[in-house]
């Protein structure tokens, strides 16, 4: 089986390719009738899923995964479970779920680039749905102890009570720019004059 197309975006970590890499290469060896459970990037391949948070289809893929290589290989299972975890909106166990297991050497950079990713959303959804946070509770979302929790959040200009240990969001501000194109402002005068006689 080649899996160099895969190879190459682990490669130039283009981990958001790698799901439908993983299906294009699925649909192709299920064409040729051949038989590829064992020797198939299992782990990967719901990573790749997990990476475009495509809960969905990292279920039905692993519903897919014959029992023999869900025991035999710990990394399939290791991936999943944070799939379970982003499956239940258990926000602080996908950290836990990330550090409790040893990846290996394929995995490592894509699990790293996806915590990476998740913090980033994690920290986009407390910035919309909050405007303050206990410092406690931002660490679970985070996935950080509580004084990198606070520092990460001070550098994105939000600001902490120390006496009550609560963070105050900085609302980024919204801008909206708008350009005036003087061919649409001629059209829509025309179109208006054309209306009204």
């Not at 993983?22 to 459970?37: E, K, N, Y």
């Not at 894509?110 to 206990?134: D, G, P, Q």
């Amino acid at each position: 089986m080649d899996f160099s197309l895969l190879k190459d975006a682990m490669a130039s970590k283009s981990y958001e390719k790698i799901a439908d890499i993983c299906v294009d290469l699925m649909l192709q060896v299920a064409t040729q009738g051949i038989a590829f459970q064992d020797e198939w990037p299992y782990a990967i391949h719901l990573l790749g899923y997990i990476y475009v948070n495509d809960i969905n289809s990292a279920r039905f893929l692993w519903k897919s995964i014959p029992s023999a290589i869900k025991e035999g290989h710990p990394e399939v299972a290791a991936a999943w479970k944070i799939g379970q975890k982003l499956w239940t909106r258990d926000y602080a166990g996908v950290h836990e779920a990330i550090r409790e297991f040893d990846w290996s050497q394929e995995s490592r950079d894509m699990v790293a680039s996806f915590s990476e990713l998740y913090t980033k959303r994690m920290f986009e959804l407390l910035l919309s749905a909050y405007s303050t946070i206990s410092v406690q509770d931002a660490a679970l979302f985070l996935g950080m102890n509580q004084d990198d929790a606070t520092n990460y959040v001070l550098q994105q200009g939000w600001s902490v009570d120390l006496t009550s240990r609560m963070l105050t969001v900085k609302k980024q501000p919204v801008v909206t720019e708008q350009k005036l194109d003087p061919g649409k402002l001629q059209r829509l005068t025309e179109y208006v004059f054309h209306l009204e006689h």
